[in-house]
């Protein structure tokens, strides 16, 4: 209540002609009590992150808030079609923005170059998302690594971000794998660190039960590794699935490990992914085309008011 009072406090001494609220569950519903007892309602801009709308609105409290939130958006930006038709649904009356990745562009052409440089069937690395928090299912990636352990002994594992559950089996896992098992807590793994796992890695495995566009998707993508990703993202609008990703069910452990296996044999699929991932990042997650996507967003925004 004090942090909305405090808000609505500073909307009214600035008077902002816009607001840009970035996710829904904490700065949306800030924002939502706020405007309810500001003099004058300015226009507001929501991006959805990844589980805002297909996470949460299937529980009641939280259904009333979004809807309340999207009540007071005037334009609304998704990663994807499907948190789209989730607005609509959930009453969402205002405009519709072009989807785009809510984690901002990359210097795609400069990885390009990297990634060319280590061929997709060359490479000896698995980078596996340890996540484990409350839609994170880093432990279930664990089990899947542990069912294939025995066929994957040319190849070796990082697993990143890793929860407490994670770390717990991976270590378990690690007695067997030995040095071919790297594991490596959230926050742990720096950017440069990250850039060079996923440029070594020939897949890139997520799990979880819901998701947006997961940065991990694009951060593969855009280095050559093939990502193998559960189907509560929208990562299927993102890449082809079969093609230059694979989009697996959450918990089944048998076939996420059958889709993983096609991958670290099939030469051929990884190196056509690597080609088309490429050239498709350049288009979709550059920084030039989102610079131009977020000045095409604030102008649509700043017109539709005729402000100067």
């Known amino acids: 209540f004090f942090r909305a009072k405090l808000l609505a406090h500073e909307i009214n001494k600035f008077q902002p002609d816009v607001i840009h609220i970035m996710e829904t569950q904490h700065a949306g519903y800030l924002t939502d009590r706020a405007l309810n007892t500001v003099k004058s309602k300015p226009r507001v801009i929501l991006s959805i992150w990844g589980s805002d709308l297909f996470w949460f609105q299937r529980f009641a409290?939280?259904?009333?808030?979004?809807?309340?939130?999207?009540?007071?958006?005037?334009?609304?930006?998704?990663?994807?079609?499907r948190d789209?038709?989730?607005?609509?649904?959930?009453?969402?009356?205002?405009?519709?923005?072009?989807?785009m990745p809510a984690t901002g562009g990359m210097n795609t052409e400069l990885l390009a170059q990297k990634a060319r440089q280590i061929p997709a069937k060359e490479r000896k690395w698995i980078a596996v998302k340890g996540y484990s928090g409350f839609v994170g299912q880093g432990k279930d990636a664990m089990k899947v690594i542990s069912e294939i352990e025995n066929q994957i002994t040319d190849f070796s594992v990082m697993v990143y971000s890793?929860?407490?559950?994670?770390?717990?089996?991976?270590r378990r896992l690690q007695k067997k794998m030995g040095t071919r098992l790297v594991i490596a807590r959230k926050h742990k793994l720096s950017n440069n660190d990250i850039e060079e796992m996923f440029l070594k890695s020939r897949a890139a495995l997520g799990l979880s039960l819901s998701d947006g566009l997961p940065a991990t998707v694009k951060e593969a993508m855009s280095m050559g590794a093939f990502p193998v990703q559960t189907s509560t993202s929208c990562a299927g609008e993102w890449f082809i699935n079969g093609a230059t990703g694979i989009l697996v069910e959450p918990n089944e452990i048998t076939n996420i490990a059958t889709a993983l296996m096609r991958v670290l044999s099939d030469d051929e699929?990884?190196?056509?992914?690597?080609?088309?991932?490429?050239?498709?990042?350049?288009?979709?997650?550059?920084?030039?085309?989102?610079?131009?996507?977020?000045?095409?967003?604030?102008?649509?925004?700043?017109?539709?008011?005729?402000?100067?």
């Not at 808030?65 to 994807?80: A, T």
């Not at 038709?85 to 009453?91: V, W």
């Not at 890793?162 to 991976?170: D, E, I, K, M, R």
């Not at 030039?288 to 008011?305: C, D, F, M, P």
């Open 61 to 81: 409290k939280h259904r009333s808030r979004i809807k309340s939130v999207l009540n007071k958006v005037d334009l609304l930006v998704m990663e994807c079609h």
């Open 84 to 99: 789209r038709e989730l607005a609509l649904t959930l009453g969402f009356e205002g405009d519709f923005f072009e989807s």
């Open 162 to 170: 890793a929860g407490l559950g994670t770390q717990w089996f991976a």
């Open 269 to 308: 699929l990884v190196e056509s992914a690597l080609i088309d991932n490429l050239i498709k990042a350049e288009q979709l997650f550059s920084e030039t085309v989102l610079k131009e996507k977020a000045k095409k967003l604030y102008s649509s925004i700043i017109e539709t008011k005729n402000l100067s």
